[in-house]
């Protein structure tokens, strides 16, 4: 086995630096790629946008086994929900 002289570890240690340094560039930059894409817009997330009302024919009366039978929207009905439970835990 060879002696280790501070010129050879100056080599592997400068090595290591520049193979650490291509790792880091390389990351920053797939993190610049995603930066330069648009994030969605309000209007885009909105998850209402894309809902529709789900429209089927009842023959019975089935009352009493549809427990949200008054909601009318569902949407505004989570939406509703939601904003009280947070009011509830102190958030508003």
């Known amino acids: 086995m060879d002696a280790v002289t501070k010129a050879t570890l100056k080599r ?3 090595h290591l630096d520049d ?3 291509e790792l880091v560039y ?4 797939q993190f610049q790629r995603h930066a330069l894409i648009s994030p969605a817009t309000e209007a885009e997330r909105d998850p209402l946008r894309h809902s ?3 429209d089927y024919a009842m023959n019975e ?3 009493d086994v549809r427990p949200f039978a008054d909601v009318a929207d569902a949407g505004v009905y989570v939406s509703e929900l939601r904003r009280r439970q947070w009011r509830g835990m102190g958030h508003g």
Do not use: T
């Not at 390389?26 to 930059?29: D, E, G, H, K, V």
């Open 12 to 14: 592997e240690i400068d």
């Open 19 to 21: 193979s650490y340094l």
């Open 26 to 29: 390389n990351i920053l930059r």
């Open 52 to 54: 529709q009302a789900i």
């Open 61 to 63: 009366d089935l009352h």
